[in-house]
């Protein structure tokens, strides 16, 4: 998702911000996940924006996708060269107003920016737990946000909002902690994924896994699986776009050539695009988070979890005010499938918003400076936060 | 406000729970949520529209009432209202019912074709009429469905509910004043307003 981020085009930001570590199931305590294998101790990495009013009501908990942090808006430091990934949503005056909000934005477990995970370092053997990391879920990671939430001290969280991999965290979010939650936005999201996302997942696992610089996951202290995470990467982006998108932005241009080179070079602007997505990557994701998140969200199966296969039934348990958004291009999470879910939140009464945006950008549009969705998400933040009082 | 909005605001209870079939720009359910302290929800087609009326912090989702309108639970609106929607519904008959069991009231708003200026029109011209109310060609317009007010009464006895209120209406500039019509409302009136419950109800 990074390759998007740009500075604020009116220089408006939350300004300098600091990740935060936070600590929990320390022994003798641990955490039980949900494969019933045990965690302990568990880091969550996160940072907040804004400031949390006097009776805690006006919390909102960002929640990323597959390769995103805690990272969402701001900088690091005077000289940091990106904001936060989310940095066009969330600011003072933005769609997350942090003028108004308090802004929570946690790293998932599993994940390689900060929080536990397979390249954290095993206590019971002193070395990275590589693939000895047990295999997390959506459950267990939204189980680490509540003890974070709990941590805060935050009983009641104003709006759970993310896209992707994220939505399935805020679904989860919903029906697991529903007195909780007050409302939420699942952006370009599912249920569950689908045999076509579960097949390109599965792909740029086996890219990883067919390096021999895997090394069954045990690559810590040698050369890294670069080709294989950096194909994988390759497979995703694809994934995010569109045809419409890679027709708009590359069509059959070449790339700094006026002919082929008749051989096996980067020709064509889509293929030296990709290349260059795929090696700008592993600089910064370690390759069994990737098999490890993604996983987590094939397994991901809302339906089945809270509903024995009924969505009906699992929206059963939520009460939050619900906004969902799709895009028309995002061929992994097709509207259908957000349709799917509004339904199911209809049928049992609660109080839903869809809207389909057109967008060719792809999966990737909630990503993107987008005026629609920015005054979509200020809209029905400002209702849910008006009507808690009521 | 449209001047029949204004009168379908006048016929629904405070407080009550109410959806809006083709919300447009929600003006209809801002008015209720302010006035009369409603909860409810719209359902809008247009993807700028439903935007527009989420911004303004109104629950609305994008679709098409024929479909959407089946998801929801028995009896779960105080009120179901379809204004100026009718006429562009390709099965009312099938609307109609699915929207007295979602809701327990209904309530509904069409142009009335059988205006005499639509009579004339066809009358004298031998045309198709055109009116400030039906602006279209035949070959471009969404309103397949001619609907006189005589033709509204006949069908709800038909389908077997019943009419608990019905007001004709005779609208000026811009739709927003208008006045009450009495004497001769099938000939007279521009717009239809009728207020349907369940017989057994």
């Known amino acids: ?390 | 406000m449209r001047y029949d909005l204004q009168i379908i605001a006048s016929w629904i209870e405070p407080g009550s729970h109410v959806l809006d079939l083709g919300c447009g720009n929600g003006a209809l359910l801002k008015y209720l949520i302010k006035n009369k302290q409603v909860t409810g929800s719209g359902i809008e087609l247009k993807e700028d529209k439903v935007a527009a009326c989420i911004e303004k912090g109104l629950s609305v989702l994008q679709g098409d009432i024929n479909e959407e309108v089946s998801d929801y639970p028995d009896q779960a609106f105080d009120y179901v209202i379809l204004s100026q929607t009718l006429q562009q519904v390709y099965e009312p008959d099938t609307l109609i019912r699915v929207l007295m069991r979602i809701g327990k009231k209904g309530i509904v708003s069409f142009p009335n074709f059988s205006h005499w200026a639509c009579r004339m029109q066809l009358l004298w011209t031998g045309y198709a009429p055109i009116t400030k109310q039906l602006p279209f060609e035949w070959y471009n317009t969404p309103n397949i469905r001619v609907i006189t007010i005589k033709d509204f009464r006949k069908f709800i006895n038909e389908v077997g509910l019943k009419i608990l209120n019905e007001v004709a209406i005779n609208t000026h500039s811009q739709d927003r004043y208008g006045k009450i019509i009495k004497f001769l409302p099938n000939i007279r009136a521009t717009y239809g307003i009728f207020l349907i419950g369940n017989t057994s109800g």
Request: net charge neutral.
């Open chain 1, 1 to 390: 998702m990074s390759e998007y981020i740009e500075h604020d085009k009116d220089g408006v930001s939350v300004g300098i911000v600091e990740k935060k570590l936070f600590t929990f199931a320390e022994p003798p305590d641990e955490m039980v996940l949900e494969n019933g294998a045990k965690l302990s101790p568990v880091t969550i990495a996160y940072e907040t924006y804004g400031a949390l009013n006097s009776d805690k009501s006006n919390v909102v908990l960002i929640l990323h996708a597959l390769s995103g942090d805690s990272h969402a808006a701001g900088y690091y430091n005077d000289v940091d060269e990106k904001p936060g990934w989310w940095d066009i949503m969330v600011g003072p005056g933005k769609g997350i107003d942090t003028n108004k909000y308090f802004v929570v934005c946690s790293n998932i477990l599993g994940s390689c920016m900060g929080s536990t995970g397979p390249c954290s370092t095993n206590p019971k053997t002193v070395q990275p737990y590589a693939l000895d990391f047990p295999v997390v879920t959506i459950g267990d990671m939204v189980a680490a946000q509540k003890k974070l939430m709990d941590h805060l001290g935050i009983k009641k969280i104003l709006c759970v909002v993310g896209g992707s991999i994220g939505g399935m965290q805020v679904l989860e979010w919903t029906v697991r902690h529903p007195d909780m939650v007050v409302s939420a936005i699942p952006l370009a999201t599912t249920t569950k994924h689908s045999a076509l996302a579960i097949a390109f997942n599965e792909v740029a696992r086996q890219a990883i896994m067919a390096d021999p610089n895997w090394n069954n996951g045990n690559y810590y202290y040698g050369p890294k699986p670069n080709l294989g995470l950096a194909v994988a990467r390759m497979i995703g982006h694809i994934t995010y776009l569109s045809d419409e998108s890679m027709r708009l932005k590359f069509g059959r241009r070449l790339q700094d050539k006026s002919d082929f080179s008749f051989n096996f070079d980067a020709d064509f602007q889509v293929e030296s695009y990709l290349r260059y997505q795929g090696k700008k990557f592993v600089d910064r994701f370690d390759a069994n988070s990737f098999l490890y998140i993604t996983k987590a969200s094939d397994y991901y199966d809302m339906e089945k979890l809270y509903g024995q296969g009924s969505a009906v039934k699992a929206f059963s348990k939520a009460k939050a005010k619900f906004m969902v958004v799709s895009f028309t291009s995002d061929w992994l999470y097709p509207t259908y499938q957000s349709k799917a879910m509004v339904k199911a939140m209809k049928k049992n009464g609660l109080d839903v918003s869809f809207c389909e945006i057109e967008a060719e950008w792809g999966h990737d549009a909630f990503l993107i400076p987008n005026e629609r969705l920015t005054a979509l998400m200020r809209g029905f933040l400002e209702r849910v936060c008006r009507e808690q009082y009521k």
